[in-house]
């Protein structure tokens, strides 16, 4: 069955650094793109960034929310079957729930399956 | 960056109801809309995508419906499991941006 697994959620003090990862398994993983979402205690959804799949050999595909842009990195790995978010420069408004999800082909298609998430705290 | 505006914010319904929740988009984004319903404690579940298209598994009582920058879903007689978050979702510019969000709760 199709599973995405997260890890690397812990608590972090604001400066520090956490590399997040989530491995897919149950599904071919260069078919789809991979994002992360999070989503801070009781509020909404907020999406933080794309990759594409890099099936072609042309290199990828990135985009990230300006939230991010310039302290967040993804990359993936499709030989494990891996996305990773590192993170630096981290904040208290970091603190967050964060999940990756993935969706097929092209970057306009939904998320269709989501991991169960993994908690990011920034706190001194 | 496109802005995503739900309403309401939350919503009270009881059981077997018929609710509808609508979602504004900033600028005309086609009909890259996507639904998701969230519960408690866990991921969210895709329920329909391209605005109007009901992802596999997804009861029929759950329908979308509009394009450009005009969106709702509606939840056909309530069922006490889609007492939820909902939310929808642009896919038609990076960053892909989402509404704030809309709770579901029983009167």
Partial sequence: QVQLVESGGDLVKPGGSLRLSCVGSGFTFTDYFMTWIRQAPGKGLEWLSYINSGAFGTGFTIYYADSVKGRFTISRDNAKSSVHLQMNSLRAEDTAVYYCARGRGRSWNPYDFWGQGTLVTVSS | ?107
């Fill in chain 2, 1 to 107: 960056d496109i802005q995503m505006t739900q309403s309401p914010s939350s919503l009270s319904a009881s059981v077997g109801d018929r609710v509808t929740i609508t979602c504004r988009a900033s600028q005309t984004i086609s009909s890259y809309l996507n639904w998701y319903q969230q519960k408690p404690g866990k991921a969210p579940n895709l329920l329909i995508y391209a605005a109007s298209s009901l992802q596999s598994g997804v009861p029929s009582r759950f329908s979308g419906s509009g394009s450009g920058t005009d969106f709702t879903l509606t939840i056909s007689g309530l069922q006490p499991e889609d007492f939820a978050t909902y939310y929808c979702h642009q896919s038609y510019s990076p960053p892909y941006t989402f509404g704030q969000g809309t709770k579901l709760e029983i009167k």
